[in-house]
């Protein structure tokens, strides 16, 4: 997970670059944000509808966005980044963690990502994970 422009901790997310799919651009934003390379795809999670104002970019402009999220594992040894002022100042990042499962439901800020980290322990436990 990563601490957010708002301190809190969610999942890296981010828009599609042009000819992406939904889950290249998930592959993506997660090397970019938080470092993780070589994922493998497990499960796709569903789809959050938000609203937001924009406070980097476009300045307090109403913002709609789609977010997919997807359940991936990550293959061999694979370390999160360590977060250098650049890369906070980029993504407008805090911190990047591993969060044990027990206690990933709680460490979610954000209401509307109760229900993804629902299915994703669900997927989890069906194959054994948790």
Do not use: C
């Not at 594992?73 to 805090?94: M, Y």
């Amino acid at each position: 997970m990563l601490k957010d422009s708002y301190g809190r901790w969610t999942f890296p997310k981010g828009h599609l670059d042009e000819g992406e799919t939904t889950r290249q651009a998930a592959i993506r934003e997660i090397e970019e944000e938080i470092g993780l390379g070589s994922l493998r795809a497990v499960a796709k999670l569903g789809t959050i509808d938000i609203w937001f104002r924009d406070r980097f970019k476009f300045k307090g402009k109403l913002i709609h966005k789609y977010i997919h999220y997807f359940l991936f594992e990550a293959v061999g040894d694979t370390k999160l980044r360590k977060l250098e002022n650049t890369d906070k100042d980029s993504e407008k990042i805090h911190a990047v963690a591993w969060i044990p499962v027990k206690t990933l439901r709680r460490k979610s800020s954000y209401q509307d990502l109760i229900p993804i980290v629902d299915r994703a322990l669900m997927v989890l436990e069906g194959r054994g994970w948790v």
